[in-house]
Structure formats: structure tokens, C-alpha cells
T-cell receptor
């Protein structure tokens, strides 16, 4: 099956700095990706998504970049805040239906 | 607009007992997914259901686990004869459509099962 992996398991940044969380995926046919944020004891919260016909999508303080050539996805968070501290997952839609494959996550620590 | 509702949030069971986890999808959503998460790990797909129909159960263990989504009422994930290895967080998600069109799935707050 597909696999989604993250380069950095833990990322520490200073409050106010920009954060970049990376993700690699293995299925070149995947056409839809989602970034989720999960705080301790809570469910994954949708942040932003991107389809394979795009290479960049921006939201409020977040930007997702997709590089299909190297099968790489990144999440950029501008002016990181303490409330951004959480585990971030990228999810890749599989070939069948709406089944998503998740990476192991990157823990973001924001230092005040 | 209520989100995906799961209950119970926390459940403790002794080895050999049964665990039943319930999930009510978001209003207007007819597709439900169950994922399992072990501590410090990502979410693993278990099963995808429509009303009265299991679409994909490729992630479900062959024994002791079952899921249903009846015409009326919530989706239920049932674990029989629980063992300590079943201790995990179980997340339910829902989407309005399940076709191969790439629809965002929204998660509930999870049910944390502890087997003692």
C-alpha cells in the first residue's frame, strides 16, 4: 500500500518564526493531500488541503507546497504561535474511495 | 453545526470483555471511517462504511473486530474479547461523499480504550 513519511519527527521553533514541516509520499498517482493538526488528547483537525493539479495553496498563516516530481509535500506556518504546538500529519488519499494514509507525524514545539 | 460525535471518550475494559465505540457523523455526511492510533504513531485506516454497507474493511483485524453503520443510529465499532494490545485511540471520521473524488474527511475527538 501507499506510505507517507515525515523527515523530521520533532521540530522546535521560536515564537514568531516560520515553521516548515515536510512530508514524503510514495504513490505518484495520489491526487489529493491533507494536512491535519492534532493536539494532545484531541482528534485530528483539518488545516489545509491540496490537489495534485496545484503546486501551492495558501490559507490563513499556512501554505502547502506540493512537488510531484520528488513526491514531497510541505506545510509552512508563518509567525508561529504557542497555540500552533501540536503534532502535524500529512495524509494522502489512496487509490480506492476516500481512504487516507497517514504519516507518523511531526511534533511542533513553539518556544516562547 | 455539530461535528463528528464519538462516545464514550474514555473506556476501560478488562481483558476478555467487549468494547463498543459509537460514532455519529456530521450532519449531511453519509460515509464513516474508523482509524486507530497507537501512542506516538499516526492513524491507521481500519474500515470505511456507508449506511448498511461496508465498503472497505482492509484495515480491520480478521478476528474480534467488527463495524456497522445501520440505517438508523450511529456507526459502531465492536471489539470482542479485548486484549491489552487493543488499547489505543479510535477515531471516527465522516465525509459527505465517498466516491473516488477526494473529499475531505473530518474527525471526531476520539475514543480512548484502555484494556487492563
Amino acid at each position: 500500500g501507499e506510505s507517507v513519511g515525515l523527515h523530521l519527527p520533532t521540530l522546535s521553533v521560536q515564537e514568531g518564526d516560520n515553521s516548515i514541516i515536510n512530508c514524503a509520499y510514495s504513490n505518484s498517482a495520489s491526487d489529493y493531500f491533507i494536512w491535519y493538526k492534532q493536539e494532545s488528547g484531541k482528534g485530528p483537525q483539518f488545516i489545509i488541503d491540496i490537489r495534485s493539479n496545484m503546486d501551492k495553496r495558501q490559507g490563513q498563516r499556512v501554505t502547502v507546497l506540493l512537488n510531484k516530481t520528488v513526491k514531497h509535500l510541505s506545510l509552512q506556518i508563518a509567525a508561529t504561535q504557542p497555540g500552533d504546538s501540536a503534532v502535524y500529519f500529512c495524509a494522502e488519499k489512496g487509490d480506492n474511495f476516500n481512504k487516507f494514509y497517514f504519516g507518523s507525524g511531526t511534533k511542533l514545539n513553539v518556544k516562547p | 453545526n455539530a461535528g463528528v460525535m464519538q462516545n464514550p471518550r474514555h473506556l476501560v475494559r478488562r481483558r476478555g470483555q467487549e468494547a463498543r465505540l459509537r460514532c455519529s457523523p456530521m450532519k449531511g455526511h453519509s460515509h464513516v471511517y474508523w482509524y486507530r492510533q497507537l501512542p506516538e504513531e499516526g492513524l491507521k485506516f481500519m474500515v470505511y462504511l456507508q449506511k448498511e454497507n461496508i465498503i472497505d474493511e482492509s484495515g480491520m483485524p480478521k478476528e474480534r473486530f467488527s463495524a456497522e453503520f445501520p440505517k438508523e443510529g450511529p456507526s459502531i465499532l465492536r471489539i470482542q474479547q479485548v486484549v491489552r494490545g487493543d488499547s489505543a485511540a479510535y477515531f471516527c471520521a465522516s465525509s459527505p461523499l465517498g466516491e473516488n473524488s477526494g473529499n475531505t474527511i473530518y474527525f471526531g475527538e476520539g475514543s480512548w480504550l484502555t484494556v487492563v
